[in-house]
């Protein structure tokens, strides 16, 4: 099992950053791709950005390419996102996810991935 837990979420101007950490207990991350993902009022839960186990592989979600940067560091069993030049729109609640893989190609699917933690709100004023 893998407990996942999200924070760094909270209310920012547009134009402003929030770096969301997502740490992980139960077992290591080295073996798992990892996955943000968020959930508007209303919408359904969207792919915002995936990195693959070993940190070589990132694919982001059309809407927040070029200003979102995913990243993860297996020593400390964390995984970030770095939003920049966030917009109204990206306001949601922020979800990690893992999957157990070795493969370079991250997976963009919600069905894709095992485990998810809570998730952390990220709320952008305009």
């Known amino acids: 099992q893998v407990q996942l837990v999200e924070s760094g979420g909270g209310l920012v101007q547009a134009g402003g950053s929030l770096r969301l950490s997502c740490a992980a207990s139960?077992?290591?991350?080295?073996?798992?791709?990892m996955g943000w993902f968020r959930q508007a009022p209303g919408k359904e839960r969207e792919f915002v950005a995936g990195?693959?186990?070993?940190?070589?592989?990132?694919v982001y979600g059309d809407s927040v390419q070029g200003r979102f940067t995913v990243s993860r560091d297996n020593a400390k069993n964390t995984v970030y996102l770095q939003t920049n030049s966030l917009k109204p729109e990206d306001t949601a609640v922020y979800y990690c996810?893992?999957?157990?893989?070795?493969?370079?190609?991250?997976?963009?699917?919600?069905?894709?991935?095992?485990?998810w933690g809570q998730g952390t709100q990220v709320t952008v004023s305009s």
């Open positions: 990195i693959s186990w070993g940190g070589g592989s990132t």
């Open positions: 996810a893992a999957r157990r893989s070795l493969s370079p190609v991250v997976e963009r699917r919600i069905t894709g991935y095992d485990y």
């Open positions: 139960g077992r290591t991350l080295s073996s798992y791709a």
